[in-house]
């Protein structure tokens, strides 16, 4: 689905009338040197959309459609991957001293601090504290808890398709285990089973004990909706 959105918005509208066969390298570059004097994507989203073309221009070659790829381009044609302004960075992400008033907040619930907690001190993407399970806590791996990042929002593969794994910050262990052990079966009347999402859905949504999609995608009204990773994690 994303694919298809990235062909439609970002390819076609510029090389989509030409022939498979008559697409060069030039062509490419002056696609790219259009999507970046737009200004509306960010470099690294532009990189992902030529990774994306040159998946599908190395498959049509492998199927004898073409005889070469056209991507062939370098870095230096790419430009910079990222460009991080210090200011932007330094006003949308927690310092140490803040992520420690969140977490140890008397006015946010455990669920609330646990959500933040992943995502400050595990370094988890939204999506993928929304598809994080129980099953995939390891709490007697050595020397530290380990996590297995496996799935995004609804049970989707992460946005990179690689299941990584994510050892346990002490604090954040201690917060998993209390949570585990005491936190959700108060606010869902049961223990956690091995499939039951870590932090799932409260009371408060409609679909309370599942896992957080998009449109839910923060832990309760009580929290912070920008609790994704700070500086600190």
């Known amino acids: 689905k994303g694919n298809r959105g990235t062909l439609r918005n970002h390819v076609v509208p510029y090389i989509g009338e030409m022939n498979i066969a008559e697409v060069k390298p030039r062509h490419v570059d002056q696609w790219l040197h259009r999507l970046r004097a737009e200004g509306k994507l960010g470099p690294h989203t532009i990189r992902s959309i030529y990774g ?86 390891d709490f007697d791996a050595e020397p530290l808890a380990r996590i297995t990042v496996v799935r995004t929002y609804g049970d989707l593969p992460t946005k990179t398709q690689r299941i990584r794994t994510v050892p346990v910050q002490p604090t954040l262990g201690a917060m998993l285990a209390a949570w585990k052990l005491g936190g959700f079966a108060e606010m869902f009347g049961r223990p956690p089973q091995p499939d039951d999402p870590v932090v799932p859905q409260t009371p408060d949504h409609k679909n309370t004990g599942r896992p957080f999609t998009k449109k839910t995608g923060k832990p309760s009204s009580s929290a912070p909706s920008s609790c994704i990773r700070s500086r600190s994690g």
């Open 52 to 137: 994306m073309a040159r998946s599908l221009f190395r498959d049509a070659a492998i199927a004898g459609l073409i005889d070469t790829t056209p991507c062939i381009l370098t870095g230096r044609h790419l430009g910079a991957d990222v460009y991080v302004d210090p200011v932007a960075l330094a006003n949308n992400r927690y310092s140490l001293r803040e992520t420690e008033r969140l977490i140890f907040s008397p006015q946010l619930s455990d669920h609330s601090k646990l959500f933040i907690g992943l995502g400050a001190l595990g370094a988890l993407r939204l999506g993928a504290i929304a598809g994080l399970r129980w099953k995939d806590i």
